[in-house]
């Protein structure tokens, strides 16, 4: 209902949009955000682009600048072929976890979706991308658009100075590694001060030509004479030197590569820091999209009940809206999963009725906060301390697993058939509840690859272990290629064996010095 008492002009009547109007709403939107559900959010900056710009920003993973790659063109003419014949839509914004942060939104939308995109993106997401811990500590939000403008022209400089095809191999290889090249659980190990001196010479090599021996002589093994006293270390001793095992495999390499040049280094650490930047994205997909679907949907809400827009433009976003948050049922035809925009918003929705109308089963659930009168306040702590398997973990309801209608199938190869093991009761709620969570973390969800060993002093070996986990084994063919792509990287024998994660047994091993594949 419109409250007769802020009811005001609307701020359009009609789908035309021009800069001034998008300012002018923008400001109305701000004072919601900001003073209403007291958002926090970095200065915005709207660019306004065209459908083959959009289908650009996809290609190069949203990013305003980007070093050229064939992969990007591949992507670029694949969507632009689909966007052409119909078979697939284009967003309606991009945003950038930037300082200032960036929304590009699409010159085809209407003034209403205009409204829209900007309540979502540059304060829903605007928000989240300033306050959540992942972002906060993993990502430098005020140096994004300097460090890729100098991995653009440092890619730029490497392709005229050593050709195409030279850094189109590191390339390749750095981003058949990208999964594998980030920091999961904690921070990388501060450089020493050889280390740091390795790294400017390194970025001086490519300059100054200096050779690729010389680097690994004075960085890696010392002196000859130092090398050859020290003779063979043990495997416990090299471990505590290379800060083995390491998790980060493009980490690994670009530290202690006995093969790449300076310049080398330089792309796969641009690979790896890039792999990082977009790693919390990753880890946060319901949160993100959960928390600016609800922003969007409170601000035009707002806008309406205040008497800012019309009906028309209400009606015009409220009809994106449900089709943002559909998710179809799983016998049909178009069920993909769980839509992550449908889940996040039910669960923003679910909190503010805990902490305004909570049942006795929610005060039993959640009496940290069912009934706190402050739902704005728990909703941004939500916001800012979890990712989505603990967010999930921590505010899943009963009464949302209900209304969700979710249950837990059980694929076990000693049974015929799939089992339904868990459903929407009193019985099944904390296990639906943490399978569920568990189906969002990359944990569970990506091959957990180790360094372990690499005899530097002697035969230079890179040994890596897969812990495997539910007998899920890698693809065949894309591991073969990948070792392939190590190698390349490492110049010397890679070796890959995979360990069950709880009995400890052999289940393969892999070597790049044979084709095929020796069972162990």
Request: glycine share 6%; with cysteine.
């Amino acid at each position: 209902m419109i409250d007769s008492t802020t009811h005001a002009r609307p701020l359009f009547d009609g789908p035309d949009w021009s800069f001034d109007l998008m300012s002018t709403v923008h400001d109305a939107i701000q004072e919601i955000a900001l003073n209403d559900l007291g958002l926090n959010i970095y200065p915005n900056q709207i660019e306004i682009i065209s459908a083959e710009q959009m289908l650009d920003a996809y290609s190069c993973v949203g990013m305003p600048l980007m070093y050229q790659h064939w992969s990007f063109g591949k992507h670029f003419v694949r969507d632009e072929t689909y966007y052409r014949k119909g078979m697939m839509g284009l967003a309606y914004e991009i945003v950038i976890n930037s300082n200032p942060c960036i929304s590009y939104n699409m010159e085809e939308n209407t003034m209403a979706m205009q409204t829209l995109v900007m309540a979502h993106a540059a304060f829903g997401h605007n928000h989240f991308f300033k306050n959540n811990y992942l972002f906060r500590d993993w990502t430098d939000a005020s140096g994004i658009h300097d460090y890729l403008a100098f991995a653009k022209n440092f890619i730029a400089d490497c392709e005229e100075r050593h050709g195409l095809d030279a850094v189109e191999q590191v390339l390749d290889a750095a981003h058949a590694l990208r999964d594998q090249g980030v920091f999961r659980y904690g921070r990388p190990p501060k450089p020493t001060a050889q280390e740091q001196a390795a790294m400017l010479q390194q970025r001086e090599g490519a300059k100054s030509g200096r050779s690729v021996l010389d680097l690994w002589t004075d960085t890696i093994l010392g002196s000859p004479e130092q090398a050859q006293s020290e003779g063979e270390a043990a495997l416990s001793s090299r471990q505590g030197e290379l800060s083995l095992p390491q998790e980060n495999l493009l980490y690994f390499l670009e530290k202690h590569s006995p093969n790449l040049a300076p310049w080398q280094r330089e792309i796969v650490r641009i690979v790896r820091y890039l792999a990082q930047y977009m790693y919390p994205q990753k880890q946060t997909k319901v949160m993100n999209e959960g928390c600016a679907t609800f922003t969007h949907y409170y601000i035009i809400n707002r806008l309406y009940e205040k008497g800012l827009i019309t009906q028309g433009a209400f009606m015009e976003m409220m009809h994106s809206h449900t089709n943002v948050i559909m998710q179809p049922e799983f016998d049909d035809p178009r069920f993909n999963g769980l839509n992550p925009y449908a889940i996040g918003f039910a669960m923003m929705q679910d909190i503010r009725r805990i902490c305004e109308n909570p049942t006795v089963e929610d005060r039993e659930w959640f009496p940290e906060f069912a009934g706190d009168p402050d739902w704005k306040s728990v909703m941004r702590n939500a916001w800012a301390n979890y990712r989505d398997e603990s967010f999930i973990l921590q505010f899943l309801s009963p009464h949302l697993i209900r209304q969700l209608k979710l249950f837990v199938i059980t694929d076990d190869e000693k049974q015929a058939n799939l089992v339904v093991s868990q459903i929407h009761n009193k019985r099944g709620y904390r296990e639906v509840r943490q399978i569920l969570a568990r189906s969002y973390d990359l944990a569970f969800l990506e091959p957990d690859i180790q360094v372990v060993d690499a005899d530097l002093k002697g035969d230079r070996e890179l040994q890596l272990v897969h812990r495997v986990q539910n007998g899920i084994d890698l693809v065949d063919e894309d591991r073969t290629e990948v070792l392939k792509h190590i190698k390349r990287l490492w110049g010397y024998e890679v070796k890959l064996t995979g360990i069950d994660r709880d009995s400890g047994e052999t289940l393969y091993s892999r070597t790049t010095r044979v084709a095929a594949a020796d069972a162990a």
